[in-house]
């Protein structure tokens, strides 16, 4: 009687092999971050390198070089990031108020100052990432991507109002969507480039609501 042939399992045994690299080479790119995060933190960009940032990760520059050719490559990687998180933050922030069955009751002045605040501190003032960071992702910014993203926060926002149905702010019109996204999202890149002293402070902020209120809100 021939022995019968154990019965081969590839699939199994392939994801089991591609998902630690996976895991590894996210946690791989996540350390490098860290590491450029911190040293231009310390050093500004002037102190930045890639061999820099090899060796405070561990790692050697071989490995940084498998995930990014150059040091414009590593912080448009790490300046896309930062933006990926300030979209999710805003998406987190609407989409539990969008559940909320008093939303309609709520001030509406605080809604739309927390909605400021995730992106203020996403895009200007640091939060996670450093304001070095952040300013050097406008430094390195393509046309394309920053209208995109844009884009996204202003459709968002489009969505927001009309779930909400808040009495004190109706859905507004595209072009005043426009206006407030070009408007705070303009306000935010010079603030960083500028390096200005408002960054922090709490008029920047109110300057910001007063100008969604002045356009958003039911006259």
Do not use: C
Not at 93 to 107: N, S, T
Not at 109 to 137: E, H, K
């Amino acid at each position: 009687m021939a022995t019968a042939k154990p019965k081969n399992r590839p699939e199994t045994s392939n994801v089991g092999r591609r998902q630690p690299t996976q895991a590894r080479a996210q946690q791989t790119i996540q350390t490098l971050f860290k590491a450029a995060a911190q040293i231009l933190s310390k050093e500004g960009e002037a102190g930045l390198s890639t061999n820099k940032v090899a060796a405070a990760a561990g790692f050697s520059i071989g490995t940084l070089y498998q995930y990014f050719p150059s040091k414009e490559v590593l912080l448009r990687a790490m300046a896309a990031q930062g933006q990926g998180m300030v979209l999710q933050a805003l998406e987190e922030y609407l989409a539990a108020l969008e559940l909320r069955p008093d939303v309609a009751r709520m001030d509406p002045q605080a809604l739309l100052r927390q909605a400021m605040r995730i992106l203020l501190q996403g895009f200007a003032s640091g939060n996670g990432y450093t304001q070095s960071l952040i300013r050097l992702g406008w430094l390195l910014e393509q046309p394309q991507e920053t209208a995109s993203v844009v884009r996204q926060v202003s459709d968002r926002l489009a969505i927001f109002f009309e779930r909400i149905r808040h009495p004190d702010l109706p859905s507004p019109a595209p072009a005043q969507l426009f206006v407030l996204s070009r408007s705070v999202i303009g306000t935010l890149r010079s603030a960083s480039l500028e390096k200005s002293p408002l960054l922090g402070s709490t008029a920047l902020e109110d300057a910001l609501v007063q100008v969604a209120w002045a356009l958003l809100a039911r006259k």
